[in-house]
């Protein structure tokens, strides 16, 4: 085969040794470091010595990531490597055949880099992430104060349809304070739910112990805490994502995406779609399109494959509150796919959807146009008639079709 990288390692990278291996036409080298800073200062060096033009590793965990920061800067290229398209022979499983593998690997050019953004865009996704992780343990928090609830025979859940909203909120906090009188706890509701006082009354009549007080105000406490740090993040993204305006804005137009979804979005896939050559490897990497799985012409399963798991979230997300929406071109989309193949998949083919019209938006400039709630009927529109006057004539009906005039 023939040789792209003259010299060239291969890394074989754990959490606490990394296996390096240097080929180039003298020969190969093996060297082993731990992965201390000091030492890996010290690894940099002897690749820079053995004058290694091309890096390669795998993205295992995240180990490779502290490996990735001190090599960045050096000016060799860093190829960071997907291990399951690397796979050596079974049966011949060692650290150090794993290095020479890679090594070998790279330098006859037959690995790929995965795609790593800049160390900006790296910042900002630990940001959102975090983020994303806070927003969740909020989620499983409040399903616990449900749970209590539940415990002490108080069905505020039934007629509120938050129970963290502002009603909510003052209910709990009065009742962790120890007032049980139903009439003063309805007396708090506020805007919608001033008009269920009678059935807040009942809801409110419950049998709540010390220890479910006491559960109640620790839990509140923590809803408290989590919303703090929530809006510090908040803040902390908006001031680094202030380059971004006019794209944050270009997304938000998309039905079914908010402020928050444009950023964690943004964030994932960067605003430069020029590292994907289309809308269908951007789909790929982030595991939102159908997988290719064809055998002896036989075609198996369409299972999505693991990509991006935080966009995927993301734009699921997007694509559950798209369907919601009236009158729009993807609640359109999700519930013509919804009826025939189940509403899961229909979540993911609108995820689909709205990614691809976010990579042609960022890629253009150009504004979102939502197609309408009947872009499909016009798109088959003979079959649609069809269709409707054969079930009428089933029926027992004769039916003539007349166009309206305009």
Excluded at 20 to 43: N, P, Q
Excluded at 160 to 188: F, H, M, N, P, W
Excluded at 379 to 391: A, M, N, Y
Aim: proline fraction near 2%.
């Amino acid at each position: 085969m023939k040789v792209l990288h003259e010299r060239c390692a291969g890394l074989d990278v754990h959490k606490k040794e990394i296996v390096a291996c240097v080929i180039t036409s003298d020969g190969k080298e093996i060297k082993k470091f731990e992965t201390m800073t000091e030492e890996l200062f010290k690894m940099s060096d002897w690749l820079l010595d053995q004058g290694c033009t091309h890096v390669a590793m795998e993205s295992t965990g995240v180990y490779w990531k502290p490996v990735y920061n001190l090599l960045e800067g050096t000016g060799m290229e860093i190829l960071v490597v997907n291990a399951q398209h690397i796979k050596t022979v079974p049966g011949r499983k060692t650290d150090v055949k794993d290095a020479e593998w890679i090594a070998n690997l790279l330098r006859h050019g037959l690995v790929r880099g995965s795609f790593v953004p800049d160390k900006p865009q790296r910042e900002l996704r630990e940001l959102t992430r975090y983020r994303r992780s806070l927003i969740c343990e909020r989620s499983r928090e409040v399903n616990r104060i449900q749970k209590v609830l539940e415990g002490a025979n108080i069905k505020l859940g039934s007629v509120a349809s938050d129970i963290l909203g502002k009603s909510g909120i003052a209910i709990l906090e009065r009742l962790v304070e120890g007032v049980e009188d139903t009439t003063l706890l309805s007396d708090l509701a506020k805007g919608q739910l001033k008009k269920k006082k009678l059935e807040l009354e009942k809801a409110l009549k419950g049998l709540i112990g010390d220890h479910q007080r006491f559960i109640l105000g620790e839990q509140l406490e923590h809803i408290k805490e989590l919303d703090r740090r929530i809006e510090r993040l908040d803040r902390e993204v908006d001031e680094r994502l202030r380059p971004f305006q006019k794209q944050l804005q270009l997304l938000d137009q998309i039905t079914g995406i908010n402020k928050r979804t444009a950023e964690d979005i943004i964030v994932e896939i960067g605003t430069d779609m020029s590292r994907f050559p289309s809308e269908k490897h951007l789909s790929s990497w982030a595991g939102i399109c159908p997988g290719n799985n064809e055998s002896a012409g036989k075609r198996k399963s369409g299972r999505s494959r693991s990509g991006n798991k935080w966009l995927r979230v993301s734009l699921v997300l997007a694509a559950h509150a798209a369907a919601l929406s009236k009158g729009t071109y993807l609640s359109a989309q999700y519930r013509r796919i919804a009826s025939r193949r189940g509403a899961k998949r229909a979540a993911v083919a609108v995820a689909h959807t709205i990614l691809v019209s976010i990579y042609h938006m960022l890629k253009t400039g150009k504004e979102y146009k939502d197609m309408g709630a009947d872009f499909f009927d016009k798109q088959s529109e003979e079959s649609l008639i069809r269709r409707t006057t054969k079930r009428l004539e089933s029926l027992g009906y004769d039916v003539s079709i007349e166009k309206k005039v305009a």
